[in-house]
């Protein structure tokens, strides 16, 4: 690493040296955030996949939920239709 000197008022380094702080810096916040959070150690990959499947898992229950709803709705409503229609006519009585 070159040592960085200043122009003008301004700090000047490499732009290699420059990219390795940040890579360095990036890579130490990423970890600090996922301790913040629980996801730290050598199962937090295993916890994430758990957490997406989890997560998927309730995306399809709710879309299940609501297709059950559609259908019960709509047979209701067809069954009220062939009752009517079946008073009207006067099949059963």
């Known amino acids: 690493m070159t040592?960085?000197?200043k122009d003008?008022?301004?700090v000047r380094m490499p732009e290699e040296d420059f990219?390795?702080?940040l890579t360095r810096a990036a890579e130490k916040g990423a970890?600090?955030?996922l301790a913040d959070v629980g996801l730290e150690g050598p199962e937090a990959a295993i916890d994430i996949r758990d957490l997406?499947?989890?997560l998927a898992s309730l995306r399809?229950?709710?879309r299940t939920a609501w297709q059950t709803i559609v259908r019960l709705i709509t047979s209701g409503l067809l069954l009220a239709l062939i009752a009517g229609v079946a008073v009207k006519l006067r099949i059963f009585g």
């Open 60 to 62: 399809m229950a709710r």
């Open 3 to 5: 040592p960085p000197h």
């Open 31 to 33: 970890r600090k955030a």
């Open 52 to 54: 997406r499947t989890l």
């Open 19 to 21: 990219e390795a702080i």
């Open 8 to 10: 003008a008022g301004f």
